[in-house]
């Protein structure tokens, strides 16, 4: 059941998450894929509110 919610939420989600992003200029990861794994969960909880650091 929550699988099947999650999937049908999925690209809400995502946009949610990517909208965060929305306004960085430049990103600069220094671990490379780990760092990339530990962004988007963070960005996610952030809902695109601004929490991203931005220059």
Do not use: C, H
Request: charged share 15%; aromatic share 6%; no cysteine.
């Amino acid at each position: 059941m929550v699988a099947q919610q999650l999937a049908e939420k999925w690209p809400e989600i995502v946009q949610a998450g990517a909208s965060a992003f929305g306004n960085v200029d430049n990103m600069v990861l220094l671990n490379g894929a780990d760092g990339m794994v530990d962004l988007f969960p963070k960005a996610l909880t952030m809902g695109g509110t601004g929490g991203a650091r931005q220059k």
